[in-house]
């Protein structure tokens, strides 16, 4: 075999390959670490996001009065992933130890890194299908005190210092376009160097080639990420039996860079490519006002309250309620063949229940400013969804409903909506508020979760008629499709080794973070407990980089 240039290749400079590269280099090895982007985008994708962690019977939830296990969260996490195929042997393993690792020592290690946690848990997912159904049983979603750039840090710090070390060195502009094999041994990657690019992180760079590259090493880790960014081959991996045909128009969370190139490249070369089906895209988009990337779109967190509408007027049926299910909610969409759907809520709901995704719709927590973030606790609209009322082209804000509709058809360009329905819809919803009981499921649980003293102080608004004039003005929101993330990838064992087809490891290859299905090819199944994903980064590839360091001697 030729002369390695360094004892582990990393590709891909994300959350995953941070935390790889950091574990191989603590081990006393040496990393080269690529990326086919530009410094400036370090720490990939998980920069960009809330910053949300999953854990399990922590102090923070705790102290909020709620009682968690890993016994229950095990029985989320089964229920929601509905594992139902020979190849999910290793997801299921995968799962399983990442719930002993959010239930465990996860906290701590974190804890230890410098990393904290606003004190309110978030309850994404709520289910609301039964006790056997999906979804999460109590609020797990743990928000990093400065969001995703909080949750990269510790890790970029330690890469850093191995860098000045000389452990670690970076290689940026480093597409990777193959594998090095030598009787079935991958013991290096080829591929292209790019031209400089100085676009700021997020943006779509240049990929102009300058010159062919080929490194080798004792072993190489995959970190290189989903397919999101990819609209031709999401569309591609569609599961048209099962959700229907995929929407016409969608926006993009995450940048175009997440391509899934190297993964179909990892795939041709013999690695087995488990449950690419499977994908997590929300039901809650915008079309960002300000964007960085092509079709870059926001997901709205939403609290429980607002009433969703389909392309006619006419409610979304149960238990498609907002935060409860979205790949229920995405089916019923994709499979009816809307091209969008509505919120129809007001100012009074707005100003408790509405969140947007990404570290940059986040300055209070980002910047860790606690002044600001207090505010979130005083019934103000956040300056982030207050931008997107006054510039965003998907709301539409009025003084009474008949001028709201009017506006929403204006918005879409048709007259599906009939303002009859509309007030139908709504005057029959404010009905059931006349007693603190009534037969609409979607009150009953928001009634239940403003049991919970977090829920009731900074999250759920309490129920009260849309049409109260108190609580005006009147908003509407149309919703689109967001890619986010793949849940299937590249089959790996619990060390992180990639398997070929029928089970053999790949000799020299690991696989971490989402390229691998966030472990196994696929530990979340069919569905996320969200959460999840800077968590199912943080494990893999903390497990792919110990496997991979001692592989090397």
Known sequence: MPTPDTDVIVVGAGLAGLVAAAQIADAGKRVLLLDQEGEQNLGGQAYW??????????????????????????????????????????????????????????????????????????????????????????????????????????????????????????????????????????????????????????????????????????AVVVTSGGIGGNFDLVRRNWPVERLGPPPEFMVAGVPRYVDGELQGIVKNAGASLTNPDRMWHYTEGLRNWNPVWPSHGIRILPGPSSLWLD???????????????????????????????????????????????????????????????????????????????DHGEDFVVRDNLRDLVAGMNGLVGNDLLDPATVE???????????????????????????????????????????????????????????TRKTLGGLETDLQGRVLRPGGEVMPGLYAAGEVAGFGGGGMHGYRALEGTFLGGCLFSGRNAGRASAAAVG
């Open 49 to 218: 996001s809330f910053g949300g962690l999953f854990l399990v019977d922590s102090p923070e939830q705790r102290r909020l009065g709620i009682r968690d296990s890993r016994e229950l969260a095990w029985s989320d996490w089964l229920n929601n992933a509905s594992f139902d195929r020979p190849e999910d042997h290793w997801p299921r393993k995968w799962a399983e130890a990442y719930v002993d690792f959010a239930a465990g020592e996860k906290r701590a290690w974190l804890h230890a890194m410098g990393v904290r946690w606003f004190p309110a848990v978030g309850w994404a997912e709520r289910g609301g299908q039964g006790a056997s159904g999906p979804g999460n049983s109590v609020p797990r979603f743990h928000i990093t005190w400065g969001t995703g750039p909080g949750v990269v840090e510790p890790f970029e710090r330690r890469v850093r210092e191995h860098v000045a070390a000389g452990r670690i060195r970076f290689r940026f502009r480093h597409r990777v376009r193959g594998l090095n094999m030598t009787n079935g041994v991958v013991h290096g990657v080829h591929g292209q160097v790019l031209e400089p690019s100085n676009e700021a992180r997020g943006q779509a760079s240049s990929r102009v080639v300058v010159d062919d590259f080929s490194l080798n090493a004792g």
């Open 311 to 389: 392309p006619t007027g006419r409610r979304v049926p149960f238990p498609h309620y907002p935060g409860f299910d979205t790949l229920a909610t995405l089916t019923h969409i994709t499979r009816s063949g809307y091209p969008y759907t509505w919120f129809l809520l007001n100012r009074q709901i707005i100003k408790k229940e509405f969140a947007l995704s990404g570290s940059e719709q986040n300055p209070d927590l980002t910047g860790r400013n606690v002044q600001l973030t207090l505010r979130r606790a005083t019934g103000r609209v956040q300056g982030p969804v207050q931008a997107f009322m």
């Open 424 to 482: 139908r819809e709504v005057r029959e919803r404010d009905m059931q508020l006349l007693n603190d009981v009534g037969k609409d499921t979607q009150l009953a649980l928001i009634r239940g979760a403003r049991g919970l003293r977090s829920e009731r102080l900074f999250r759920v608004t309490k129920p009260a008629p849309i049409l109260d004039p108190e609580g005006g003005p009147l908003i509407a929101v149309r919703l689109n499709i967001l």
